[in-house]
C-alpha cells in the first residue's frame, strides 16, 4: 500500500506538467537564507500523536562552494531541541535535491511567491519506514493568508488526511536556536 501511494505521489508531483506548475524559475538561491518552519503535514509515524504539542521550528538554508545545499534545521523532539545539518546533493532533474545515505530521498520546493514562503515536500526513508513530508517555510513569524492557501492545497491535493496536517505552536525558543 505505501509503495502504491509513494508511486502515486512521484506521478502527481514530477507528471510532465506539474513542473511549470510549482517550479517557475526556482534557483537555489532564492531559497537560501533563514526561514520558520509554521506547518506541517507528515505521514510520518507517531506524527498524528505528536502533532499537538509541536512549536515552531527554524531551518537555514546555504548553498556550499561545492554546489550542495546545506539545511541547518532545529526541531523538536521528545520535548527537546535538536540541531542537525544535513547537506543535500542535486539530483540530475531541474531543482531536486537529495541524500540517500542519510534517509533524504527527495527535497523539492513545490509552491513559493519567491519572497515571503515556500512549501516544501521532502520524501524520506527511515529504517523499514518511508513517508513524506510537507512543510510551510516562512521569513516571518505569521504566515500569509496565500501562503496558508498554498499549503492546504498541495496537503489535499498530495493525500495528507486532516490529522496528519498541523500549524505548529507559536513557541519559537527552539526555532531561533539556529536562526541566531
Not at 101 to 125: I, P
Request: aromatic fraction near 8%; glycine fraction near 8%; proline fraction near 3%.
Amino acid at each position: 500500500m505505501r509503495g502504491v501511494l509513494l508511486a502515486t505521489l512521484l506521478a502527481v508531483v514530477s507528471g510532465p506538467g506539474a513542473q511549470g506548475l510549482w517550479l517557475g524559475r526556482l534557483s537555489p538561491n532564492q531559497l537560501l537564507g533563514s526561514w520558520y518552519i509554521l506547518a506541517v503535514a507528515s505521514g510520518e509515524r507517531g506524527f498524528v500523536l505528536e502533532r499537538a504539542t509541536k512549536s515552531v521550528e527554524g531551518v537555514v538554508v546555504t548553498l556550499t562552494p561545492g554546489n550542495r545545499l546545506q539545511v541547518r534545521s532545529s526541531r523538536h523532539r521528545l520535548e527537546r531541541c535538536e540541531l542537525s545539518v544535513v547537506e543535500l546533493l542535486k539530483q540530475k532533474s531541474s531543482w531536486v535535491f537529495e541524500n540517500p545515505s542519510l534517509g533524504v530521498m527527495q527535497y523539492r520546493v513545490l509552491g513559493t511567491n519567491f519572497r515571503d514562503f515556500a512549501v516544501v515536500l521532502t520524501q524520506l526513508e527511515s529504517g523499514d519506514e518511508a513517508f513524506n513530508t510537507l512543510e510551510l517555510y516562512s521569513r516571518t513569524e505569521l504566515a500569509s493568508p496565500e501562503a496558508m492557501r498554498l499549503f492546504a492545497k498541495w496537503s489535499q491535493g498530495l493525500g495528507f488526511l486532516a490529522q496528519q496536517q498541523a500549524q505548529l505552536q507559536p513557541d519559537f525558543t527552539c526555532a531561533h536556536k539556529v536562526l541566531q
